[in-house]
């Protein structure tokens, strides 16, 4: 079963039980999933770009929840990392 935007409160608990690889494997492949389908929508034509808003806006959710939940959970590679691809996607 793919990860989703559903499974995103797995990776908080995950670090809220200190099982802070896992956490981090979960996110890893939810901002991944989420950056392969923003690369995606950025790659189809201007004109499709009313239908896929709320799509895309739910990715960026996405990873600004990432970026939040690794940010309190003080695993600033991960953040980093997801922070810098992000700023690169939206600017």
């Not at 980093?80 to 690169?88: H, P």
């Amino acid at each position: 079963m793919p990860l989703t935007f559903d499974s995103f409160p797995a990776v908080e608990q995950y670090f809220v039980a200190g099982a802070n690889e896992k956490g981090i494997a979960f996110a890893k492949v939810l901002a991944n999933n989420s950056f392969a389908m923003l690369e995606y929508y950025l790659s189809l034509p201007p004109n499709m770009a009313a239908y896929i808003q709320n799509d895309r806006s739910r990715e960026i959710a996405m990873l600004q929840n990432i970026r939040y939940i690794t940010k309190m959970y003080n695993q600033e590679e991960l953040f980093n990392e997801v922070d810098s691809r992000l700023k690169i996607l939206t600017e």
